[in-house]
């Protein structure tokens, strides 16, 4: 089973002509703080080496690639995934499916090293962490990530502007990459709470959210919660949607959903008793908002299950 992806809406494709190459032919936009790469491969090849001077945000487009980074294990990469990369760290990528039919299309977003420090001296400035000795970082180890609505609307957003024409394009791509950086140290923290890897076991976020885990069948309000972080109703609201990039109840629901799935594995429960368990009183409710998250209503994710 796949977790939801958002997708990036792919740009047009080069034409045959212009084409350098069949393997990773590559068309630039350079802009003052950022470069966007668009990387497209139309034929078979392993083990292919790519290194960028600059800390580099990876997205896949189109097609499949699999992926050796660092000493881990190789992974396939697809479409409605994100990959950051250290500046001068090289990849390897295999292309066991691209064809001239079905082509890899790939973005790399080069973006300069004082940008982001930039950036993330003004997030530690204005909006410091409430835990002491944390600040706003990229995690390099948690590199690795679905893309969510908020994080690929970001992207498409700085695909248009990199390749835009106004004169003002730099300033707004400026903006889009803060908000970008933004976004990733977002997505990476709830990935980290999503893996049980998150570090900092005296943070409010870590608190809440185990709360949240043990009470998902009781009526979990605003006012548990910030209470349970020692924070007024405001703040904690404040707090919660700025380390995770949703509010508080958007997570909850998120939490239910995840435990509707695990037990739809179970394909001998009825789904009126999947709905309760998850913490649902509506039946109707929990199958509208099941298929909003998934695509899919909840008996058909659990006949995948009968299938399997």
């Not at 999503?194 to 005296?202: G, L, P, Y």
């Not at 309000?221 to 404040?238: G, N, V």
């Not at 707090?239 to 509010?247: I, N, Y």
């Not at 997570?251 to 429960?269: D, G, Q, R, Y």
Request: with cysteine.
């Amino acid at each position: 089973m796949k977790s939801n992806r958002a997708l990036i809406h792919p740009p047009k494709l080069s034409a045959e002509k212009s084409l350098k190459t069949l393997v990773e032919n590559r068309t630039v936009y350079s802009l003052n703080n950022c470069e966007l790469n668009l990387f497209e491969t139309y034929q078979s090849s392993a083990l292919v080496p790519l290194k960028f001077n600059d800390l580099v945000v990876t997205s896949m487009l189109r097609g499949k690639k699999v992926m050796h980074l660092f000493d881990d294990p190789e992974f396939d990469y697809l479409p409605g995934e994100t990959v950051i990369i250290p500046s001068n760290v090289e990849m390897k990528i295999d292309f066991p499916e691209a064809t001239p039919n079905n082509p890899t299309q790939c973005l790399a977003l080069a973006i300069d090293q004082s940008k982001i420090s930039d950036t993330l001296q003004l997030l530690n400035e204005r909006y410091p962490k409430d835990t002491k000795g944390h600040c706003w970082q990229l995690d390099y180890q948690n590199y690795f990530f679905y893309n969510n609505v908020e994080l690929a609307t970001t992207i498409n957003k700085l695909i248009s502007e990199c390749m835009g024409t106004s004169i003002t394009k730099d300033v707004l791509a400026d903006l889009t990459l803060q908000e970008l950086l933004i976004r990733i140290i977002q997505t990476q923290t709830v990935k980290a709470i999503d893996e049980s890897i998150f570090t900092d076991i005296n943070s409010p976020i870590n608190q809440v959210v185990e709360y949240i885990r043990l009470n998902l069948k009781e009526s979990i309000t605003l006012k548990h919660l910030s209470d349970k972080a020692c924070m007024s109703t405001t703040s904690f609201y404040r707090f919660f949607k700025r380390e995770l990039g949703m509010s508080p109840i958007e997570f909850v629901l998120s939490e239910k959903i995840k435990c509707a799935k695990k037990l739809l594995k179970n394909t001998e429960l009825q789904i009126n008793e999947v709905c309760y368990l998850s913490g649902f009183e509506d039946c109707n409710y929990f199958i509208r908002l099941f298929k909003k998250h998934e695509g899919i209503t909840p008996k058909q994710y659990q006949l995948l299950y009968y299938i399997n």
